[in-house]
Nanobody
């Protein structure tokens, strides 16, 4: 069973950048598809980005495409989300998620497809 801990959130002005990290422990990291989700106040948790177990391929929500980059380091058991050109609508709690032993062809974009979740980190973008 893997444990996930996010870090790197904070307050930033519109147009700025933040880098979120998620440290995994307690499992074989390369066995997990990793994803980032976010939840704004009063809204449902939504998909942001996901990356395959090998790190070779990633998929993004349309709202963050070309601004956010997900990457992973299987040697260091970490997944990161580089967020550039931030907008006030990016304000949310960001969650790291893991899904074990999935080797299918589809990208995992639904919350129910993930087994494990971190506690979340707050990102606030001021206008």
């Amino acid at each position: 069973q893997v444990q996930l801990v996010e870090s790197g959130g904070g307050l930033v002005q519109a147009g700025g950048s933040l880098r979120l990290s998620c440290a995994a422990s307690g499992g074989t990291f390369s066995n997990y598809v990793m994803g980032w989700f976010r939840q704004a106040p009063g809204k449902e948790r939504e998909f942001v980005a996901t990356i395959r177990r090998s790190g070779g391929n990633a998929y993004y929500a349309d709202s963050v495409k070309a601004r956010f980059t997900i990457s992973r380091d299987n040697a260091l058991n970490t997944v990161t989300l580089q967020m550039n050109s931030l907008k006030p609508e990016d304000t949310a709690v960001y969650y790291c998620a893991a899904r074990s032993y999935y080797s299918g062809a589809f990208y995992l974009t639904q919350t129910v497809q993930y087994n494990y979740w971190g506690q979340g980190t707050q990102v606030t973008v001021s206008s």
